[in-house]
């Protein structure tokens, strides 16, 4: 069964500090790893990454895939109280008949105090 | 460009009804995966079609149905509701099923 386990599950920072959370994984023909970032309904899309060490960048979030270790990570920099959100990391995996389906992990609870 | 769009957003139901949410993809997007989330856990895959044919189903009782019309759009229903289908029922689009998914807002369903 396939499995993405995200770390820390919560965490609380002051503005402009800068954080990082993790996600490792566990599946079988693996495609790509997405981050969304989740506010109140809708995970709208931050990153997709299929290639090990190519750092994906976003203003101040960046993601980077390592597929020998199987995990990866996505770094917010100077934080702002409007990064508060549930962000998500999924893993998309070639089923046999043919589609993809993306497994989540249960998500980290960012929250940034003024 | 529209996003994709959910309909209702929020439904109350009571233990045994039935319910049909209702999804349309991105324009030019074939297909449509439902997932549902509960509460602290993230979103848990139910369905996916493409081209009005169900692709895969993820591990949910038959009382979980969906299908695809030919405008891309998508339903899913929920037969004999137990109090624990209380969730956030989002849909996603992508171009091909293989690609990218771009969620919906979602709509939020309350058994009683």
């Known amino acids: 069964e396939d499995k993405v386990v995200q770390s820390p599950l919560s965490l609380v920072v002051h503005e402009g500090d800068t954080v990082t959370l993790n996600c490792s994984y566990e599946?079988?023909?693996?495609?790509?790893l997405l981050w969304y970032k989740q506010e109140k309904k809708a995970p709208t899309f931050l990153f997709m990454l299929?290639?090990?060490?190519i750092e994906k960048k976003s203003g101040r979030l960046s993601s980077i895939l390592d597929k020998k270790e199987l995990f990866s990570i996505l770094n917010i920099t100077a934080t702002q109280t409007g990064d508060s959100a549930i962000y998500l990391c999924?893993?998309?995996?070639?089923?046999?008949?043919?589609?993809?389906?993306?497994?989540f992990g249960k998500g980290t609870m960012l929250l940034v105090s003024p | 460009d529209a996003g994709v769009t959910q309909s209702p957003t929020h439904l109350i139901k009571t233990r045994g009804q039935h319910v049909t949410l209702r999804c349309s993809p991105i324009s030019g997007h074939k297909s449509v995966s439902w997932y549902q989330q509960v509460l602290g856990q993230g979103p848990q895959f139910i369905f996916q079609y493409y081209e009005k044919e169900e692709r895969g189903r993820g591990n949910f009782p038959d009382r979980f149905s969906a299908r695809q019309f030919p405008n891309y759009s998508s339903e899913l229903n929920v037969n004999a509701l137990l109090l624990g289908d209380s969730a956030l029922y989002l849909c996603?689009?992508?171009?091909?099923?293989?690609?990218?998914?771009?969620f919906g807002p979602g709509t939020r369903l309350t058994v009683l």
């Open positions: 996603a689009s992508s171009l091909s099923g293989t690609d990218t998914q771009y």
């Open positions: 599946v079988t023909n693996f495609r790509s």
């Open positions: 299929t290639s090990s060490g």
């Open positions: 999924a893993v998309v995996s070639l089923q046999y008949s043919g589609y993809s389906t993306l497994t």
